[in-house]
Nanobody, 125 residues
Framework: QVQLVESGGGLVQAGGSLRVSCAASGRTFSSNTMGWFRQAPGKERKFVAAINWSGGSTYYADSVKGRFIISRDNAKNTVYLQMNSLIPEDTAVYYC??????????????????WGKGTQVTVSS
């Protein structure tokens, strides 16, 4: 079992930066693929970024590539998403997820096994 708790969301102006964090509990954290997904009102949950168990491989959706950075600290059981050059279209609830699936540049929410409750990120124009 892995429990996930997101933090760090908030309101930011377009062009600004924000870092969201996900604290995990459970002995298997360091062996899991970790990912971030987001869901805007009335839309389906979409893949944002993923990172493999060691942190050596990262993957991004085209819409955030070059602006967002995913990282993890296995000693702290935490995964991060650094979001730069934010645009209003990035507004969504951001969810942390864990699973055993091999990370790829596109992932489906159904591939992940554990989820946090999400944190709201709002980008104003």
């Amino acid at each position: 079992q892995v429990q996930l708790v997101e933090s760090g969301g908030g309101l930011v102006q377009a062009g600004g930066s924000l870092r969201v964090s996900c604290a995990a509990s459970g002995r298997t954290f360091s062996s899991n693929t970790m990912g971030w997904f987001r869901q805007a009102p009335g839309k389906e949950r979409k893949f944002v970024a993923a990172i493999n168990w060691s942190g050596g491989s990262t993957y991004y959706a085209d819409s955030v590539k070059g602006r967002f950075i995913i990282s993890r600290d296995n000693a702290k059981n935490t995964v991060y998403l650094q979001m730069n050059s934010l645009i209003p279209e990035d507004t969504a609830v951001y969810y942390c997820a864990a699973g055993i699936a091999t990370p790829r540049s596109t992932m489906d929410a159904a591939q992940m096994n554990y989820w946090g409750k999400g944190t709201q990120v709002t980008v104003s124009s």
